[in-house]
């Protein structure tokens, strides 16, 4: 099923949760709605289950106008963070329980309600455990328990807040991976809530950027990354420096590099070479980060390299290493047509990305 957002505006009293939203997201994709605290990202979910009414807009499943209609009517299999399961049921009864509530009309059979939950529990590998109670189950099966649970009323539409926000990390990666398999193999149009950058851009299709209740971006996480559409998508995805263009002039524009473009060398390689120290030395499995010092500044400067580098090049805490900021980024409010173009000659080694109109 296809949604369609159109100008949706929400206020909670003065303050704007939402204002002149529009988004359309295809059958089967997943989406990725991706924010700071505050950014709308969770009002917008809930405006699309039915949980939060609209000030102003529109909202569409494939075409047919679903804005004055309740939850129910709408289908959606909504999943919370913190799984929101029945503490004295069991797990079949939590699953089947979307089931047995519906009027007799549409209410399935008993048989037909054990043969669909058994399904589910198989679906998310808990098959066998349907006589369990939360307590005596993992956060981790919990949330696949609050995700069948959420399957079984077949929704066309499958909404999750922050899903995994309150499991640590490894069960975390696991499910992400888990929940991409599932969510291809359904074929469900889904759209899940984040702060987590590294699961927006590993889970979704195309990754919504929110703040201040505004979409700043919609693309996919290559887009997104490698051509932000403003200032706020760049330093919001991913670690930045802040850097003037021109090293030693000091009235230089401002712009903007990641850690990774930061090139290292023991010596100075041209005039514009940047004399650092090294302040700090943090090690990730493959990857080291510096934390460098300018002698003459008050500014830090971050370089990303691999270990394999780190060592060719011997660096030390308190050693002098020589920076390179050649792909530097400035950000303009002109030329809306243009992602990427060359910088005038005057700009160090610059790129200009300018913001849509």
Do not use: C
């Not at 549409?106 to 669909?116: C, D, G, H, Q, T």
């Not at 499910?175 to 969510?183: A, E, G, H, N, S």
């Amino acid at each position: 099923m296809s949604i369609e957002i159109r100008q949706v505006s929400m206020n909670y009293g003065a303050f704007a949760a939402l204002q002149d939203v529009s988004l359309q997201i295809q059958k089967g994709e997943l989406i990725a709605l991706l924010g700071p605290s505050g950014s709308g990202k969770t009002s917008l979910l809930r405006s699309i289950a039915g949980l939060e009414a609209v000030g102003q807009g529109q909202i569409l499943f494939d075409d047919t106008d679903v804005t004055e209609k309740s939850t129910g009517e709408r289908n959606v299999g909504f999943v919370f963070q913190h799984y929101a399961l029945f503490k004295h049921m069991n797990i079949f009864d939590n699953i089947a329980f979307g089931l047995k509530v519906r009027p007799r009309k549409s209410r399935p059979n008993k048989a037909e309600i054990r043969e669909r939950v058994e399904h589910l529990l198989k679906l998310v590998q808990l098959e066998g455990l349907g006589d369990r109670y939360p307590a005596q189950l993992s956060g981790g099966q919990r949330q696949r328990i609050a995700l069948a649970r959420a399957l079984a009323i077949e929704p066309s539409v499958l909404l999750l807040d922050e899903p995994f926000g309150a499991l640590d990390a490894k069960v975390r990666l696991d499910l992400r991976r888990w929940l991409r398999q599932l969510q291809k193999s359904l074929s469900i149009t889904s759209v899940f809530v984040t702060h987590d950058q590294e699961e927006a851009m590993e889970l979704a299709d195309r990754v919504v950027v929110m703040n201040k209740g505004r979409i700043e971006q919609v693309g996919t996480p290559q887009e997104i990354y490698h051509q932000p559409a403003n200032e706020f998508v760049y330093r919001f995805l991913g670690r930045v420096n802040q850097v003037q263009t021109e090293p030693f002039a000091a009235d230089a524009p401002i712009g903007y590099i990641r850690p990774h473009e930061v090139k290292l060398a023991k010596h100075a390689v041209d005039q514009k070479s940047i004399p650092s120290i090294i302040t700090h030395i943090h090690a990730i499995g493959p990857i080291v980060r510096l934390e460098l010092a300018r002698p003459d500044k008050e500014e830090l400067l971050e370089a990303e390299l691999s270990i394999e580098r780190f060592h060719q090049l011997d660096l030390k805490l308190g050693e002098t290493v020589y920076a390179q900021l050649s792909d530097v980024i400035v950000f303009g409010e002109k030329e809306p047509k243009q992602r990427y173009v060359n910088a005038a000659p005057a700009v160090y080694g610059a790129r200009s990305v300018h913001a849509d109109a």
